[in-house]
């Protein structure tokens, strides 16, 4: 398996811009999660999806920020419009999420390192 | 609030030495627990996890040490190696909330000297 695998691995775009960040999940996994990493504020969590649905998108910083999980193998997150505070480095991780105990290793994909100008 | 932090930001050690990176946390209820591996450019990496019914797990020149009593968690890292050199985070589950979501703390930096 190819792991997750995000694009694009760069972005650097004007304030205003719109900007979407895709992932592609690891083949058979059932949870997708995106974070945002930043020095300030480190990995935060912005939402994650299961089986598709979004389950808690609490961390999601306003509506300028949306995400889609249309099918198990594409995610989108998109920041639309795009301003300077939100550059960082931001993270889809997948995993295979059991039942009852909950517990859950991410598989962290490279990163989208954006930078708005 | 409550928290996932780490006690020290850098850390550096000579290679071939052991590394012990700590981590504190404070949700006395959180019930599992990952150290990750973040290299310079690059995503986490899951080193080793423990469950809270567990005090000590090991694997490959790392061992994860939790105490439940202090709430304190701790990864060391047999013979370090300069591959070593990276960000390590802590992470909790906490069953609270999003059941299934990881609270990750701040890290820490390994840096293996020659």
């Known amino acids: 398996d190819a792991g997750v695998i995000q694009s694009p691995r760069h972005e650097v775009t004007e304030m205003g811009q719109e900007v979407t960040l895709r992932c592609k999940p690891i083949?058979?996994?059932?949870?997708l999660f995106w974070y945002r990493q930043t020095m300030m504020r480190g990995l935060e969590l912005l939402i994650y999806f299961n089986n598709n649905v979004p389950i808690d998108d609490s961390g999601m910083p306003e509506d300028r920020f949306s995400a889609k999980m249309p099918n198990a193998s594409f995610s989108t997150l998109k920041i639309q419009p795009s301003e300077p505070r939100d550059s960082a480095v931001y993270f889809c991780a997948s995993s295979w999420l059991t039942g009852g105990s909950g517990a859950n290793v991410l598989t962290f994909g490279a990163g989208s390192r954006l930078t708005v100008l | 609030g409550e928290s996932v932090g780490l006690h020290l930001p850098t850390l550096s050690v000579q290679e071939g030495d052991n590394s012990i990176i700590n981590c504190a946390y404070s949700?006395?209820?959180?019930?599992?627990f990952i150290w990750y591996k973040q290299e310079s450019g690059k995503g986490p990496q899951f080193i080793i996890d423990i469950r809270s019914n567990m005090d000590k797990r090991q694997g490959q020149r790392v061992t994860v040490l939790l105490n439940k009593t202090v709430k304190h968690l701790s990864l060391q890292i047999a013979a370090t190696q300069p591959g070593d050199s990276a960000v390590y985070f802590c992470a909790e589950k906490r069953p609270v909330g999003s059941a299934r979501q990881l609270t990750f703390g701040s890290g820490t930096q390994l840096t293996v000297l020659p």
């Open positions: 949700n006395s209820a959180s019930d599992y």
């Open positions: 083949s058979g996994h059932n949870s």
